[in-house]
């Protein structure tokens, strides 16, 4: 079945946008979790506020494997571009609704409870999110799918970076007291607006001609047809989810807090590194992807992986040197693991046949990234505390990094269907 350029541009970009709405959506609620706090929990203590509104951030993260294994079901049984409107229609809607919905002050308890059920919401849709994209966009140019998904992981990114932007402007045009009242809910009003732009621009989607092949022989239980012939794909594809699921969330997420809280160094340098860090992390994924469009998946995703794994301990002990190796060593760093997950999710598309590939990429992604990406800030601080060995955050890229080697070279990948390019 035949691609026209113009179906595959649609399937790059349309299919990318949700993905940068995600990272948007994190940065963005975490970034005014105070407001939130205030505006929907009644506690008197900062503290207790604070944590109630994290707590309902990560719930919307902990139902994220629920909504992957929902979406992908039907994804693998009716097609995946009816199940992308599905999902940016539900974070369109959950979006708008926390910008506009009254706090505490005026609905009370049933504020509380509808953004606890709306952050969920936001979770299960954003579980079938990104895997479904993956799945498309990889079917709909399977002789280009290493730059496909390196293009749709920059723009994941590209996310984080906009929201970040958003976060500057409110806080900077805005008094104290207006960020409260209204500045916050900004944010999500342009998330919703985007996501209703991503709802109407995806009914000129076109179906994965991979999935149009084999829909009349499509599983009635995808899940339990992926577990029966793909279980060491599974366990393979968790090892290489978690490279990626380590190194956002260490390198990025928490950095911040580990830099100024355990070594002192200047806030304003810090997040300047860290800035710095998310752009050269996400500019060569492209790259990465096309490369491994030309010799293959395996080798450059195992030798980046691989320096990955060896960089890692090398370059925190750099950093330690003072706050002037920050900015080198967070661009050495960042270059590396472009390359290392630029490649990573691509991979996880080639290891899973088409009947069960967006439920293969939906469970191994979702719960890598809730396991892993959830648990690695907190093991690292777990262990400096305990240990006093600051250390622990390279100890924990390398190792996920080096598990990551070896289940690339376990894995077996699928050759790409032919297709008219």
């Known amino acids: 079945m035949a ?80 199940m992308l409107r599905v999902s940016i229609a539900g974070m369109a809607g959950a979006t708008f609704l926390i910008a506009f919905m009254p706090g505490y002050a005026t609905w009370g308890i049933a504020a509380t409870i509808a953004l606890v059920v709306l952050r969920m919401v936001q979770g299960l849709c954003l579980g079938g999110e990104i895997p479904g994209a993956m799945t498309l966009i990889t079917e709909t140019m399977p002789k280009r799918r290493g730059l496909a998904c390196g293009f749709l992981f920059m723009i994941i990114n590209v996310g984080m970076l906009a929201a970040q932007a958003v976060q500057w402007a409110i806080e900077h045009l805005l008094s104290d007291a207006a960020v409260l009242s209204y500045g916050w809910r900004i944010g999500f009003f342009i998330g919703g607006l985007v996501a209703i732009a991503g709802f109407v621009l995806r009914a000129r989607l076109a179906e994965s001609p991979a999935f149009a092949e084999m829909e009349a022989s499509a599983h009635k239980v995808p899940l339990a047809a992926l577990f029966r012939d793909n279980a060491r794909a599974v366990w393979l594809g968790l090892f290489i989810t978690g490279l990626g699921a380590a190194a956002v969330p260490l390198l990025y997420l928490y950095m911040n ?165």
Do not use: C
């Open 3 to 82: 691609v026209t350029a113009g179906e595959r541009n649609r399937a790059l970009f349309l299919g990318s946008m949700g993905g940068g709405l995600e990272f948007y959506d994190f940065v963005i609620y975490a970034s005014f979790a105070s407001q939130i706090g205030k505006t929907f929990f009644p506690s008197e203590a900062a503290a207790t506020r604070l944590l109630a509104a994290f707590a309902v951030f990560a719930a919307g993260y902990l139902v994220r494997p629920l909504g992957g294994i929902l979406f992908s079901h039907f994804g693998d049984r009716h097609g995946r571009k009816l």
């Open 257 to 421: 807090s580990y830099l100024t809280d355990f070594l002192h160094y200047d806030p304003d340098q810090v997040a300047s590194a860290v800035l710095i860090g998310i752009i050269v992390f996400s500019l060569p994924m492209p790259v990465a992807g096309a490369i491994s469009d030309f010799v293959g998946i395996k080798v450059p995703a195992f030798v980046a992986s691989l320096l990955l794994a060896i960089a890692a301990i090398p370059v925190y002990v750099w950093i330690h040197e003072g706050v002037a190796s920050l900015m080198p060593a967070m661009i050495v760093i960042s270059l590396i693991g472009a390359f290392a997950w630029g490649v990573g999710p691509v991979l996880l598309t080639a290891i899973f046949p088409t009947d069960v590939r967006y439920t293969g990429v939906a469970f191994v992604y979702n719960i890598g990234f809730a396991i892993v990406g959830g648990l690695t800030p907190l093991l690292a601080t777990f262990i400096i505390q305990q240990t006093g060995i600051t250390l622990a955050p390279g100890f924990l890229l390398a190792l996920f990094a080096a598990l990551a080697t070896v289940a690339i070279f376990l894995t077996q990948v699928i050759p790409a269907q032919k297709s008219q390019l």
